[in-house]
T-cell receptor
């Protein structure tokens, strides 16, 4: 199926553990993004990527690592999870050109205990 | 830097009421403006957009006009339905500097009751 998918949809992990959230898109869009959504903060950009092997920090990158070895995948890793990283994480993609629609995945709800 | 300010929610309306969600922005350059909608349990999806001053974006009965003089992009709908219950996000992207990421407002939750 064409689209953008995220896995897992729900994850519970413990403080200090490493966890990776997966994002896959089938359109070969150039740009991919990771956001976190928290009450009172709306959507905040963590990292984004303009193409394979090109990544840039967003507003809240600390504690996160990304990679993009293939155009269609953009995993987000929390190297040592903290309770403050409990959030809903959204991946998004769009084709190059700021006027193009940005498509969002269904989100991953992460709880760090 | 660029920023978007939306009215605080939640907004609760009866079915068939008129909706306005205010959005103002601060940006360098010449931004394009967007409204995204998030239905419960889903990701965001584009509702409408406007790319230059005085443009009106419209979709599914929603409208917003790009007002450069007031730096605003208010979302309106003449008659809301229960199915419009969602969180609405105003966003902008500035053409200054090329492919800059979207900047989102904090979102406004709308609840429509029958």
């Amino acid at each position: 199926d064409a689209g953008i998918t995220q896995s897992p949809r729900y994850k519970i992990t413990e403080t200090g553990r490493q966890v990776t959230l997966m994002c896959h898109q089938t359109w070969s869009h150039s740009y991919m993004f990771w956001y976190r959504q928290d009450l009172g903060h709306g959507l905040r950009l963590i990292y984004y990527s303009a193409a394979a092997d090109i990544t840039d920090k967003g507003e809240v990158p600390d504690g996160y690592v990304v990679s993009r070895s293939k155009t269609e995948n953009f995993p987000l890793t929390l190297e040592s999870a903290t309770r403050s990283q409990t959030s809903v994480y959204f991946c998004a993609s769009r084709e190059a050109g700021t006027l193009n629609e940005q498509y969002f995945g269904p989100g991953t709800r992460l709880t760090v205990t | 830097g660029d920023s978007v300010t939306q009215m605080e929610g939640p907004v609760t309306l009866s079915e068939e009421a008129f909706l306005t969600i205010n959005c103002t922005y601060t940006a360098t350059g010449y931004p394009s403006l967007f409204w995204y909608v998030q239905y419960p349990g889903e990701g965001l999806q584009l509702l409408l957009k406007a790319t230059k001053a005085d443009d009106k974006g419209s979709n599914k009965g929603f409208e917003a006009t790009y007002r450069k003089e007031t730096t605003s992009f208010h979302l309106e709908k003449g008659s809301v339905q229960v199915s419009d219950s969602a969180v609405y996000f105003c966003a902008l992207t500035s053409l200054l500097g090329g492919n800059t990421p979207l900047v989102f407002g904090k979102g406004t939750r709308l609840s429509v009751i029958a």
